[in-house]
């Protein structure tokens, strides 16, 4: 292709961007569709950790009914963060693929201090996160986040304990959560997760 078109071709292009950018703006500053779309104000959210936890909740309340929106995902953002960041809200959660905590809150960079092991099993250096993100950063809110289905805790309940390799870290200390059931209506596997989480 001539040089002249891959030039027309990439101005078009950035035209399109700044055009997309603006229609963007326009949107985000718009009540109605903010409305429509569960938006809470980020400095709320940064400044107060009931409006995190509402900002959180809407996020995936937009992520369950398909309409997430994908914010601050953009080449603006990422050279704006490279100054700094801000993030809303500190999560605790568990390694496992299908609990990304930015996909679930329909959040993006920036947003969330997040600190994942299987199992949300807690570590020296766990907490050291989370005293990071509350005395340097800044987050007002920490949420241990559980999920169904969740492999760690699954293997902590089927094996023994003192398993062999680094494995053994993470079995020997969910395998509490797993002794205090006692038959009761929900199965072992969910009861044991919530036990995970209470006992943070
Ligand atoms: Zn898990």
């Known amino acids: ?7 027309r071709r990439l101005a078009l292009a950035q035209r399109d961007g700044q055009a997309a950018k603006k229609e963007k703006e326009a949107l985000y500053a718009d009540p109605q569709w903010r409305k429509d779309n569960y ?8 400044a107060n950790p009931y409006f995190a936890l509402q900002k959180l909740m809407w996020g995936n309340k937009r992520f369950v009914e398909g309409k997430s929106i994908h914010p601050r995902q953009d080449a603006d953002v990422i050279n ?10 500190t999560i605790v959660g568990c390694s496992d693929s299908r609990v990304s905590a930015e996909i679930l809150f329909d959040q993006g ?3 969330l201090f997040v600190t994942r ?4 099993v807690m570590a020296q250096a766990s907490y050291g996160t989370i005293e990071f993100a509350s005395g ?4 007002k809110l920490i949420v241990v986040l559980g999920h169904s ?15 062999p390799g680094h494995v053994v870290t993470l079995i020997n200390s969910i395998k509490p959560a797993t002794k205090r059931y006692f038959g009761i209506s929900e199965n072992l596997l969910d009861f044991a997760v919530k036990q995970t989480l209470s006992t943070k």
């Open 1 to 7: 292709m001539p040089a002249h078109c891959i030039n």
């Open 39 to 46: 938006i809470i104000n980020r400095d709320s959210a940064g």
């Open 80 to 89: 704006t963060l490279s100054k700094g960041q801000a993030p809303f809200a």
């Open 109 to 111: 960079f920036g947003d």
């Open 117 to 120: 092991t299987a199992g949300q």
């Open 136 to 139: 340097v950063l800044g987050t």
């Open 149 to 163: 289905y969740c492999g760690a805790v699954d293997a902590a309940i089927k094996l023994p304990e003192n398993p």
